[in-house]
Each structure stands twice: as structure tokens, then as C-alpha cells.
């Protein structure tokens, strides 16, 4: 069965350092994965995905995440962050190929920046 | 992009009674569609995947005559929580995957807060 791990629950960074978010994934096919962004109270913002090619993928606002299959990991980076990167990030894993295949997500990291 | 619109965005109802959320997809045709609940500080746990013209499939523990799900259209499922109960309080969130080879990636409603009092 699919599932994510997201060991962090909670991480607090000062501004203008470096932050890596954690996930794990378990899949028995080829994954797709996904980060995403939530705000307090509002929806879901895709910040990158992967699925093929290159194992270091570029996402917005400045993310990036590395898919390492050995470790069957997906972590996110932000090379400086900014005050306004506090949100909850999820991690996620689909089947790729498949448009009815659901999207299972890890448990979340709650970011919190120290000024 | 794509885009998936839900809505209402919140909706207060008194306890008893049945409240619906609209997912729509308005620029492609989904087969599928995803409905998703969100406890507060808690993560995206899904319910059930819904399926054009045919049954919803519901995850183990939601409860299928509690949470009614119609997919009467390319564009269009519903979400109705019947009886409701202030436990039923929660972000409810939709999402439906364009189906095109080689990109099934999911497109996201922005949430529908409901709050039963």
C-alpha cells in the first residue's frame, strides 16, 4: 500500500536561513510525488512535482526537491526563506499514469519562521 | 492551468441537517474526483474517489450513507453530508486529475469550510 512519512511535525527556521523538509514515500509502482503548500484556512498550492528525468526538480517560490529512489525520499529545500514561507507543507504520492489513482498525503510540516 | 472551483467556500448549518459542496472542473473533463476532509492542524485524509456514472468508492471508516457522493457529470460532483453533526465540522476539500498520458497531476478545489452548530 501507498504511504508517506513526513517525520518532522513542526520545524521553525530564522529568515534568510537554509530548511529542508523531510518525506519518505512507499509505492509499488513508479511514483509521482508532489509538495504542496497550505496557508492557514485556505486550499492546496502545488509547489513541484516529479515524475520523470531529472532527479532534482525546480518548483516556485524559490523550492526545490530531490528524488532519491535508494532512500525513497522526496525532500523539499529553500536555500533562504522568507518570513512569508510559514504554511503547513504536505508531501504526497500518486501512480503515474493513471488518472483514477488517488493521491495519499503524508501528515504535514509546520513551518514557522523566526524573524 | 487547470482549475477545479468548489464551493460554497464555508457554510454554517444547524445540526440535523444536509449540507452540499459543489466540485466542478471547468476547463477539462474529469472521470474521476477525489474528496478529501481536514481536521484542524491535521493532514488531507481521503474519503472517497468518485467515479462518473458509476458508485463512489469510499475509503474504510467513512460511512457511505453518511457522506452521499454524486458524479453525475464530466464536470460536476457532489459531496452531501446528510444528517449533520457538529463532529462533521471540518475542511472538506475536492480534486479531480486531467486525464492526459503523461500528466495526471491533481488539481485542487480551494476548500469548503463547514461548521455545524
Known amino acids: 500500500a501507498q504511504s508517506v512519512t513526513q517525520p518532522d511535525i513542526h520545524i521553525t527556521v530564522s529568515e534568510g536561513a537554509s530548511l529542508e523538509l523531510r518525506c519518505n514515500y512507499s509505492?509499488?509502482?513508479?511514483?509521482?510525488l508532489f509538495w504542496y503548500v497550505q496557508s492557514p484556512g485556505q486550499g492546496l498550492q502545488l509547489l513541484l512535482k516529479?515524475?520523470?528525468?531529472?532527479?532534482l526538480v525546480q518548483g516556485i517560490k524559490g523550492f526545490e526537491a530531490e528524488f532519491k529512489r535508494s532512500q525513497s525520499s522526496f525532500n523539499l529545500r529553500k536555500p533562504s526563506v522568507h518570513w512569508s514561507d510559514a504554511a503547513e507543507y504536505f508531501c504526497a504520492v500518486g501512480a503515474l499514469y493513471s488518472s483514477a489513482s488517488k493521491i495519499i498525503f503524508g501528515s504535514g510540516t509546520r513551518l514557522s519562521i523566526r524573524p | 492551468g487547470a482549475v477545479v472551483s468548489q464551493h460554497p467556500s464555508r457554510v454554517i448549518c444547524k445540526s440535523g441537517t444536509s449540507v452540499k459542496i459543489e466540485c466542478r472542473s471547468l476547463?477539462?473533463?474529469?472521470?474521476?474526483m477525489f474528496w478529501y476532509r481536514q481536521f484542524p492542524k491535521q493532514s488531507l485524509m481521503l474519503m472517497a474517489t468518485s467515479n462518473e456514472g458509476s458508485k463512489a468508492t469510499y475509503e474504510q471508516g467513512v460511512e457511505k450513507d453518511k457522506f452521499l457522493i454524486n458524479h453525475a457529470s464530466l464536470t460536476l460532483s457532489t459531496l452531501t453530508v446528510t444528517s449533520a453533526h457538529p463532529e462533521d465540522s471540518s475542511f472538506y476539500i475536492c480534486?479531480?486529475?486531467?486525464?492526459?498520458?503523461?500528466?495526471?497531476?491533481?488539481?485542487f478545489g480551494q476548500g469548503t469550510r463547514l461548521t455545524v452548530v
Open positions: 480534486s479531480a486529475k486531467r486525464p492526459s498520458q503523461g500528466d495526471t497531476e491533481a488539481f
Open positions: 476547463d477539462f473533463q474529469a472521470t474521476t
Open positions: 509505492y509499488g509502482a513508479t511514483p509521482y
Open positions: 516529479y515524475f520523470s528525468g531529472d532527479t
